[in-house]
Protein backbone atom coordinates (compact mmCIF):
# COMPACT_ATOMS: atom_id res chain seq x y z
CA UNK A 1 0.00 0.00 0.00
CA UNK A 2 1.23 3.51 -1.00
CA UNK A 3 1.02 6.89 1.05
CA UNK A 4 -0.62 8.14 -1.25
CA UNK A 5 -3.52 5.38 -1.19
CA UNK A 6 -3.01 5.52 2.32
CA UNK A 7 -3.65 9.14 2.34
CA UNK A 8 -6.93 8.28 0.28
CA UNK A 9 -8.15 5.35 2.49
CA UNK A 10 -8.07 8.04 5.58
CA UNK A 11 -10.26 10.70 3.43
CA UNK A 12 -12.50 8.44 2.49
CA UNK A 13 -13.32 7.11 6.23
CA UNK A 14 -13.44 10.95 7.17
CA UNK A 15 -16.25 11.72 5.03
CA UNK A 16 -17.64 8.35 5.84
CA UNK A 17 -17.48 9.35 9.57
CA UNK A 18 -18.73 13.02 8.92
CA UNK A 19 -21.56 11.43 6.90
CA UNK A 20 -22.71 9.04 9.74
CA UNK A 21 -22.63 11.97 12.09
CA UNK A 22 -24.62 14.09 10.61
CA UNK A 23 -27.23 11.61 9.88
CA UNK A 24 -27.15 10.56 13.64
CA UNK A 25 -27.83 15.03 14.25
CA UNK A 26 -30.60 14.35 12.27
CA UNK A 27 -32.00 11.43 13.55
CA UNK A 28 -31.67 12.87 16.74
CA UNK A 29 -33.72 15.67 16.15
CA UNK A 30 -36.39 13.61 14.03
CA UNK A 31 -36.52 10.65 16.20
CA UNK A 32 -36.33 12.25 19.98
CA UNK A 33 -37.34 9.08 21.60
CA UNK A 34 -35.29 6.94 19.90
CA UNK A 35 -32.30 6.14 22.24
CA UNK A 36 -28.45 5.96 21.52
CA UNK A 37 -28.17 2.77 19.39
CA UNK A 38 -31.67 3.11 17.92
CA UNK A 39 -30.39 5.66 16.08
CA UNK A 40 -27.20 3.48 15.12
CA UNK A 41 -29.81 0.97 13.59
CA UNK A 42 -31.19 3.76 12.09
CA UNK A 43 -28.59 5.52 10.33
CA UNK A 44 -27.37 2.20 9.05
CA UNK A 45 -30.69 1.64 7.38
CA UNK A 46 -32.22 -0.27 9.88
CA UNK A 47 -36.57 0.98 9.29
CA UNK A 48 -38.57 1.12 12.40
CA UNK A 49 -40.75 -1.10 11.43
CA UNK A 50 -38.24 -3.72 11.29
CA UNK A 51 -36.54 -2.85 14.50
CA UNK A 52 -40.07 -2.66 16.00
CA UNK A 53 -41.00 -6.03 14.41
CA UNK A 54 -37.68 -8.04 15.67
CA UNK A 55 -38.38 -6.36 19.57
CA UNK A 56 -42.01 -7.53 19.50
CA UNK A 57 -40.62 -11.50 18.20
CA UNK A 58 -37.71 -11.59 20.73
CA UNK A 59 -39.72 -9.52 23.57
CA UNK A 60 -37.88 -7.05 24.19
CA UNK A 61 -37.46 -3.24 23.41
CA UNK A 62 -36.22 -1.72 20.38
CA UNK A 63 -33.08 -0.30 22.27
CA UNK A 64 -32.11 -3.71 23.42
CA UNK A 65 -32.64 -4.88 19.58
CA UNK A 66 -30.30 -2.58 18.29
CA UNK A 67 -27.54 -2.48 21.15
CA UNK A 68 -27.13 -6.42 20.30
CA UNK A 69 -26.89 -5.05 16.29
CA UNK A 70 -24.51 -2.76 16.94
CA UNK A 71 -22.37 -5.28 19.47
CA UNK A 72 -22.29 -7.68 16.39
CA UNK A 73 -21.21 -5.34 14.07
CA UNK A 74 -18.37 -4.71 16.44
CA UNK A 75 -17.47 -8.52 16.94
Same mark, same amino acid.
Given at each position: ??????????????? %?? *?????? $?????????????? !???????? %?? *?????? $?????????????? !????????
Amino acid at each position: MTINQSIRDVKSNLN %YM *KAVRRR $LFWLKITNPRAGFY !ERLCLAND %YS *KSNIKN $LANEYGVTCEEVCE !EEVMAWQS
